[in-house]
């Protein structure tokens, strides 16, 4: 589905190098796990394949095609990256939930489902009254799971996923992990994920593929 060429990112003001030139390639059924040291580079490489941020050379396809200015928004349909400290809106959570919705790439094409929304929170052991917290009073821990549930209501088929669990007890990480295996076993053979994480076991839980980053150096690991 995803694939990259030769992405490098320099530092702007220093020069350094932040990714050197890497090339990778998600399909479709994959779990990937991506370790390494913090400044490794994960961020940098997980944001530049959500084309968020811009790189110094190479370039991303999405199924075969490059990506031309005017389509990225639907592309960030597609390939959705949840950030480790989410942004979240003034208002409720239910607010930030009919956010994406609202946004021009989406009109159209599908609307906010509260019964969905509630199922989803509850695999993530929330209540429905979750929805009517104030979205600026949530914990660091809440507003992962607000930002998770907001992001996989609207169906991507690849998530890059940024710490999703930092912020998160152990039981409550447990929790996210078994809701994100449940939106990947709900289609296996269309959807994907990048999973940045420092936890060695939740590596062995998520990803069935081990990538790692040094120094902006991308490897890949065994398939299991």
């Not at 320099?10 to 390494?36: K, W, Y």
């Not at 917290?133 to 660091?140: E, F, P, Q, R, V």
């Not at 590596?203 to 299991?224: C, D, P, Y």
Request: contains cysteine; glycine residues 6%; charged residues 25%.
């Amino acid at each position: 589905m995803l694939t990259a060429i030769d992405l490098h990112r320099r530092d702007m003001r220093t020069g350094a190098t932040l990714l050197h030139p890497t090339s990778l390639a998600v399909r479709t059924g994959e779990r990937i796990a991506l370790t390494g040291p913090s400044g490794a580079g994960k961020s940098v490489l997980l944001r530049a394949l959500a084309l968020l941020d811009p790189v110094d050379d190479g370039h991303v396809t999405w199924r075969g095609e490059r990506i031309a200015a005017r389509a990225v928004p639907a592309y960030r349909c597609q390939v959705a990256y949840v950030r480790q400290r989410p942004a979240l809106l003034p208002g409720t959570v239910e607010d930030n939930l009919r956010l994406p919705y609202q946004l021009h790439a989406r009109q159209g094409h599908a609307s906010f489902d509260r019964e969905a929304a509630v199922t989803m929170l509850a695999r993530a052991e929330r209540d429905a009254s979750f929805l009517d917290k104030t979205a600026t009073d949530l914990s660091g821990g809440e507003a992962q799971i607000a930002a998770l549930v907001r992001t996989l209501q609207t169906g991507p088929a690849v998530l890059l996923l940024d710490e999703p669990t930092a912020a998160l007890d152990p039981a409550s990480a447990r929790a996210i992990e078994a809701l994100l295996l449940h939106w990947f076993a709900q289609a296996p053979d269309q959807r994907a994920w990048v999973w940045i994480t420092h936890d060695p076991e939740q590596a062995a839980r998520i990803g069935r593929q081990h990538w790692r980053m040094e120094a902006g150096r991308l490897s890949t690991g065994a398939t299991r």
